[in-house]
């Protein structure tokens, strides 16, 4: 039998709520960042109906900061400019993240919500993706482009903002290489979102264009890339997917139930969902594409 896992990035997913349904109350608490992300992850099972669901989150402060002093310093500038308002926003984010880690998802069933101190969510979901059992796949769901270098014939990502899959197929189309070169990308072009400073000038197409063997010797960016080859050698650990030091994850079967959910969701003025019909009366479902899953 054929076992697929979701892979949820958590504080991604829980981000794109923060934007969409964040302002959202119950009572005189905030709620919207857990509406909108089990409202998410509801739709995922929903579609994919998999074995299990995987919810991977960031935990303490990333073991990154000691290796590289400049990684995310936009952001950290940014919180020190921050107003009253903006300060409480991104302490509502953060403090219902913590809920939806530490408690709502496990009173559910959900027997996988993964985190590591040091570790971010994408070391996780690398970590898991690293060690997936024989003879069973994965779909990452997340925006994130880093998870590029974790495609394969068993991962494939799935876009939920433009409703895309991404296989490594896709990645040849797009830039001609595998999936395990695009670290390389990585390091070679840098990491705008993370503030990781890459070889000046060079983005990752031409980067992919150099590691493909497709860009002109007599290129500019060919010179770049080539002189710029410690920068490349330095960056490598730190967009490399899982971090060196990342554990690994066993994944156990979820318990979730219509009334462990219904009974969570409860306490923040969010409506149950029905039970699933019995076999014989299911509702038919849109098919879906999952890419490999033919």
Known sequence: ?????????????????????????????????????????????????????????????????????????????????????????????????????????????????LYAKGFEADDVIGSVCQNLPKKQTAIIVSTDHDFYQLLSERVTIYDPKMSEFYTSKHLAEEFGIEPSLWTDVKAIAGCYSDDIEGVEGVGEKSAAKYLAGKLKRTSQYFTRITEGNRIWRRNLPLVVLPHADTPKFKLRKDKVTTEKWNHATSEFGIAGVKKRKKNGEKEKKKKVDKGFLV
């Open 1 to 113: 039998m054929h076992k697929l896992w979701v892979i949820v990035d958590g504080n991604n997913t829980a981000h794109r709520a923060s934007h969409t349904v964040g302002h959202l109350s119950y009572g005189e608490d905030r709620t919207g960042v857990v509406y909108g992300f089990l409202s998410q992850v509801r739709s995922f099972m929903d579609m994919f109906d998999p074995r299990g669901v995987v919810l991977a989150f960031d935990h303490g402060r990333s073991i990154r900061f000691k290796e590289y002093s400049k990684y995310k310093h936009k952001r950290i500038e940014a919180y020190a400019k921050m107003d009253e308002q903006q300060l409480f926003e991104r302490q509502e984010l953060r403090r219902q993240i913590e809920q939806l880690k530490k408690k709502t998802l496990k009173k559910m069933g959900f027997r996988n919500v």
